[in-house]
């Protein structure tokens, strides 16, 4: 693959190759960063069947990826709240652009490209004033910053673009926080989550508050069916004792849909989902908890509970063809079967918490 990367990468410097496609990066289906021992962090590019295909280094420790919709780029953001984001040429290994978050804000980890790939979008904390903002960058020019817009509440974390191509969906976890803090929450008993629906202008399209006695259910990741069902995970800051839903869809005009296993179920998630996915077919929904070391799995015809999957350490989920794809900080990529967990990959490292289908 380094060979092959390389006389790519030749061609493309004189002009005789035609434009690069994810194809020529080996198609990968899936990016995630890692950690590997001795070799620090990566942007690893996977296969369908598990297999690494690619792994370029970052700079420190990765969270969620972009992926460019025609050009095999891929973006690798920090984990908040880092300030880092790597765009890596998933061809050549090598890197096209650097950039970092203005000062008085940091990255949350995750962002998302326009339709047409000219336009990356980043959710960012104003930690001064304790709001967050989107941040946009020219993909066509080199990454630089365009502007700023505000994300419609506090701790932005995910963002997706809807299947309009015109509306991007944040998931605002209502969480303030501040790097001179560390990871400490600064505003629990005010805490509002939200979805906001806005432009790419980042005028509001609508806006989804959660019930008032789930205000500190922090909505964190989202998923997006492909008629435009919005699935999100939430991690629970109240109570230990407590145990409310900690997954809910929501389709625009239409009331937000809780989702929840039965009890014993339920608290294996101990508060906690770290990602979520639907099906391409939206038949079903999985979502992943790396703290209670299970997937579970839901049928969306009538939002009812399906199967719960014991996994250490699993986070990364992902719609693949006719099933799920998961990932797990110990290592392993895998699939489901009607019974158990069948593992398509043990890899020599610890992949970080999402897994983005390109």
């Given at each position: 693959?380094a060979?092959?990367?390389?006389?790519?990468?030749?061609?493309?410097?004189?002009?005789?190759?035609?434009?690069?496609?994810?194809?020529?990066?080996?198609?990968?289906?899936?990016?995630?960063?890692?950690?590997?021992?001795?070799?620090?962090?990566?942007?690893?590019?996977?296969?369908?069947?598990?297999?690494?295909?690619?792994?370029?280094?970052?700079?420190g420790?990765?969270?969620?990826?972009?992926?460019?919709?025609?050009?095999?780029?891929?973006?690798?953001?920090?984990?908040?709240?880092?300030?880092?984001?790597?765009?890596?040429?998933?061809?050549?290994?090598?890197?096209?652009?650097?950039?970092?978050?203005?000062?008085?804000?940091?990255?949350?980890?995750?962002?998302?490209?326009?339709?047409?790939?000219?336009?990356?979008?980043?959710?960012?904390?104003?930690?001064?004033?304790?709001?967050?903002?989107?941040?946009v960058?020219?993909?066509?020019?080199?990454?630089?910053?365009?502007g700023?817009?505000?994300?419609?509440?506090?701790?932005?974390?995910?963002?997706?673009?809807?299947?309009?191509?015109?509306?991007?969906?944040?998931?605002?976890?209502?969480?303030?926080?501040?790097?001179?803090?560390?990871?400490?929450?600064?505003?629990?008993?005010?805490?509002?989550?939200?979805?906001?629906?806005?432009?790419?202008?980042?005028?509001?399209?609508?806006?989804?508050?959660?019930?008032?006695?789930?205000?500190?259910?922090?909505?964190?990741?989202?998923?997006?069916?492909?008629?435009?069902?919005?699935?999100?995970?939430?991690?629970?800051?109240?109570?230990?004792?407590?145990?409310?839903?900690?997954?809910?869809?929501?389709?625009?005009?239409?009331?937000?849909?809780?989702?929840?296993?039965?009890?014993?179920?339920?608290?294996e998630?101990?508060?906690?989902?770290?990602?979520?996915?639907?099906?391409?077919?939206?038949?079903?929904?999985?979502?992943?908890?790396?703290?209670?070391?299970?997937?579970?799995?839901?049928?969306?015809?009538?939002?009812?509970?399906?199967?719960?999957?014991?996994?250490p350490?699993?986070?990364?989920?992902?719609?693949?063809?006719?099933?799920?794809?998961?990932?797990?900080?110990?290592?392993?990529?895998?699939?489901?079967?009607?019974?158990?967990?069948?593992?398509?990959?043990?890899?020599?490292?610890?992949?970080?918490?999402h897994?983005?289908?390109?």
């Amino acid at each position: 693959m380094a060979s092959r990367r390389a006389f790519l990468g030749g061609l493309i410097a004189t002009g005789l190759c035609p434009r690069p496609s994810w194809a020529d990066a080996g198609s990968p289906t899936y990016l995630s960063a890692a950690r590997f021992p001795n070799a620090g962090d990566h942007l690893v590019g996977l296969s369908g069947a598990g297999d690494i295909l690619f792994k370029l280094p970052l700079p420190g420790r990765g969270h969620a990826a972009a992926a460019h919709p025609t050009r095999p780029e891929a973006v690798g953001f920090a984990r908040r709240p880092g300030r880092f984001a790597f765009v890596l040429d998933c061809i050549t290994g090598q890197a096209i652009a650097t950039f970092n978050a203005p000062e008085g804000r940091h990255f949350y980890g995750h962002g998302t490209f326009s339709a047409d790939g000219s336009t990356l979008y980043t959710t960012e904390n104003d930690y001064e004033a304790g709001l967050g903002v989107i941040g946009v960058w020219d993909a066509q020019h080199g990454y630089v910053r365009l502007g700023e817009f505000a994300s419609g509440g506090v701790g932005p974390h995910d963002m997706k673009l809807m299947p309009d191509g015109e509306t991007l969906v944040i998931a605002n976890g209502g969480v303030e926080t501040h790097p001179d803090m560390g990871r400490t929450k600064l505003n629990l008993t005010t805490m509002r989550p939200n979805l906001n629906y806005v432009a790419p202008d980042g005028t509001q399209r609508d806006q989804i508050e959660l019930p008032s006695e789930l205000s500190r259910n922090s909505i964190r990741h989202l998923a997006i069916g492909p008629e435009g069902l919005v699935a999100f995970a939430m991690q629970w800051q109240g109570e230990a004792e407590q145990h409310p839903a900690l997954l809910g869809l929501h389709t625009r005009g239409e009331d937000i849909r809780l989702l929840q296993a039965p009890e014993l179920e339920h608290r294996e998630l101990r508060g906690y989902v770290g990602s979520v996915a639907i099906a391409q077919d939206s038949s079903q929904l999985s979502a992943t908890s790396p703290i209670g070391g299970v997937v579970q799995i839901f049928d969306l015809a009538n939002d009812t509970f399906s199967a719960t999957y014991a996994l250490p350490d699993v986070c990364g989920v992902s719609a693949g063809g006719a099933k799920f794809m998961f990932s797990s900080g110990t290592g392993k990529v895998g699939t489901f079967d009607d019974a158990k967990p069948v593992f398509l990959g043990d890899h020599p490292c610890a992949w970080d918490n999402h897994l983005v289908r390109i």
